[in-house]
């Protein structure tokens, strides 16, 4: 088993677990957009962003903050940009994880990245709790969100709770638990259902289906795609890249 990617402790919501060959897909899964659902603390500023961290400032401003400002300060924090991840992150530094050097007191620099935010909005406001929904690319922490966007306010913020709900079309409304699974025998997705996001070619031809069980190219005749799943009936055969006129299996599900 393996899993598409993590959340962080304290957060909750879908994770994507892959099972037997439908391991070898990972790297077809791992960069899809996800979507958040969490809570905003403002006025209160911890090292790591997020409520395991420490306070390390409280500003009292937040109550007289104008709520058009608000909004637009959220707004401006959606499109493509540039983001600073945390320093207590799984990045890595010189081979070890960032927030491992973090917490022995070293100072840790990790480049911004580029992020996009395609949709970021407020859900509601109680308090200095700001609830939201955030729709991201991969590789986007909402902890910076949530930094960036007390930095932008004055007053400093940090991430409160946070419940990943999607991740590429999978929804968590449809997710699994193990119970669901050992107990109730309740059942799981195809891996043709795990790639539906790529590009498909029927390949139902027995001698065609051969070929790529074995890892032999396959003619790209009638399609302009550069990766494709390659489907008989429903059932996933493999993964195949463009090389010049050929498809190339990358990655075979049988044998």
């Known amino acids: 088993m393996g899993h598409t990617g993590t959340l962080d402790p304290f957060a909750t919501g879908l994770l994507v677990i892959l099972v037997g060959r439908a391991t ?19 006025g209160v500023s911890t090292d790591t962003h997020d409520l395991t961290g420490e ?29 600073r ?9 010189g081979g070890q994880r960032a927030h491992r050097l973090a917490r022995k007191g070293e100072v840790v620099e990790l480049p911004s990245r580029e992020i996009e935010v395609f949709d970021f909005s407020v859900v509601s406001i109680v308090g200095a709790d700001l609830d939201f929904r955030c729709s991201v690319s991969s590789g ?7 930094r960036d966007l007390g930095g932008a306010l004055g007053c400093g913020a940090h991430l409160r ?13 449809e997710a699994r638990t193990l119970p669901d699974i050992e107990e109730f025998g309740a059942s799981i997705g ?14 139902d031809n027995p001698d065609v289906r051969k070929k790529v069980v074995h ?5 790209a005749t009638g399609s302009n795609e550069e990766l494709v799943a390659l489907i008989d009936g429903q059932q996933l055969i493999g993964i195949a890249e463009r090389s010049d006129d050929m498809f190339k299996p990358r990655v075979v599900m049988e044998g």
């Open 24 to 42: 070898r897909l990972s790297q077809y899964l791992v960069g899809l957009d996800k979507v958040y659902e969490g809570t905003i603390r403002l």
């Open 55 to 83: 306070v390390t400032a409280t500003v009292d401003s937040w109550g007289t903050l104008d709520r058009d400002r608000l909004h637009e300060e959220v707004k401006a924090l959606t499109g493509r940009t540039d983001q």
């Open 85 to 93: 991840p945390p320093r207590y992150s799984a990045k890595k530094v």
């Open 140 to 146: 986007t922490y909402v902890r910076a969100l949530a």
């Open 161 to 173: 709770s946070l419940r990943r709900t999607a991740v590429g079309k999978f929804r968590v409304e």
């Open 190 to 203: 195809s891996p043709a259902e795990a790639v539906e996001h790529l590009p498909r070619l029927s390949i």
């Open 215 to 219: 890892g032999q190219p396959i003619p």
